[in-house]
């Protein structure tokens, strides 16, 4: 079971919008989170000056496309964000973590860096803006162990801060930490060869890279969805093939009947047309729980 937290935000500016320092209950790490047009401001911030892991982060393009994410570590934090603000342009807000007790070096910093990249690229949920791939840091035994506390609360962060760069849609069992609940699986079938499969979680409907739904549509399916059908075909998270329509990535839809209704090509009670392999709905689910 995973334990309770304490996390206390503190708005600088005084305003949601602005900068942001964020901590965490008895961790010596901290959190800033920065737009761009505040990084000037920034100057008086003293334990900006050491070494730090930071992301850059900008919003997605399209309905659905994915937001952009830059990973770096620095030797000092507000000049390598000054760098940043001069030399990239794609980015709006960046989120730096330091260590309260200055006990990040350099090794350190650079061996996160690589971790957090490996991590973004599997998560799948940014494009990760990075031109070269960070090396990992050769560190001890024990220094790997602190790091792995460290990130852990690093990815719970940035999780609050509303940044989930480094959790997957869907986690693998082998990646699985001992804690999380099992996901349950959902499965659809419909008319043709449509077949899918997914998950409900925190954030919406999940549907799985390989699930197939209907190329047709029936006329009153609503404008809405047909748009988002098109959409879908158009930014590739599906593609076309002779008499069906595959996900090439997993996908997360607001709702199990929106899900439904893209899969099946017509309006449909996601509640009831996902189905547990027994039988079960999504709604007798929901209830039994």
Same mark, same amino acid.
């Given at each position: 079971m995973?334990? &309770?937290? !304490?996390?206390? *935000?503190?708005?600088?500016?005084?305003d949601p919008n602005g900068r942001i320092s964020c901590e965490?209950? +008895?961790?010596?790490?901290?959190?800033?989170?920065?737009?761009?047009?505040?990084?000037?401001n920034c100057i008086d911030r003293s334990d900006l000056a050491g070494t730090c892991v930071y992301f850059l982060f900008a919003k997605a393009d399209g309905a659905h496309t994915k937001p952009k994410v830059y990973i770096g570590e620095a030797e000092n934090s507000l000049s390598r964000l000054k760098s940043h603000v001069a030399e990239k342009e794609f980015w709006s807000e960046a989120v730096v973590f330091?260590?309260?007790?200055?006990?990040?070096?350099?090794?350190?910093?650079?061996?996160?860096?690589?971790?957090?990249?490996?991590?973004?690229?599997e998560a799948e949920r940014y494009?990760?803006?990075? &031109?070269? !791939?960070?090396? *990992?840091?050769?560190?001890?035994?024990?220094?790997?162990?602190?790091?792995?506390?460290?990130?852990? +609360?690093?990815?719970?962060?940035?999780g609050t801060l509303g940044f989930k760069v480094l959790e997957p849609l869907v986690e693998s069992a082998g990646k699985r930490s001992p804690d999380s609940?099992?996901?349950?699986?959902?499965?659809?079938?419909?008319?043709?060869?449509?077949?899918?499969?997914?998950?409900?979680?925190?954030?919406?409907?999940?549907?799985?890279?390989?699930?197939i739904a209907r190329v047709d549509t029936v006329a009153s399916l609503p404008k809405s969805y047909f748009k988002?059908?098109?959409?879908?075909?158009?930014?590739?998270?599906?593609?076309?093939?002779?008499?069906?329509l595959v996900f090439k990535d997993n996908y997360l839809f607001s709702s199990p009947s929106a899900a439904a209704t893209v899969l099946l090509g017509c309006s449909a009670n996601g509640l009831i047309e996902w189905k547990t392999q027994v039988g079960t709905t999504l709604k007798e689910h929901e209830l039994s729980a």
């Open positions: 995973n334990l &309770a937290k !304490t996390i206390k *935000l503190f708005l600088m500016d005084g965490l209950s +008895n961790w010596s790490g901290k959190a800033y989170r920065i737009p761009r047009s505040e990084v000037k330091i260590s309260k007790d200055d006990n990040l070096n350099k090794a350190h910093i650079k061996h996160l860096e690589s971790k957090f990249y490996q991590s973004a690229i494009e990760v803006q990075n &031109a070269n !791939t960070p090396t *990992l840091s050769a560190i001890s035994e024990s220094d790997q162990a602190e790091m792995v506390e460290f990130a852990l +609360n690093i990815k719970l962060l940035l609940s099992e996901q349950e699986v959902f499965y659809l079938t419909g008319v043709g060869e449509v077949s899918a499969q997914g998950h409900q979680s925190t954030e919406g409907f999940v549907v799985y890279k390989g699930s988002l059908r098109g959409d879908l075909i158009k930014d590739e998270v599906v593609e076309r093939k002779a008499d069906c």
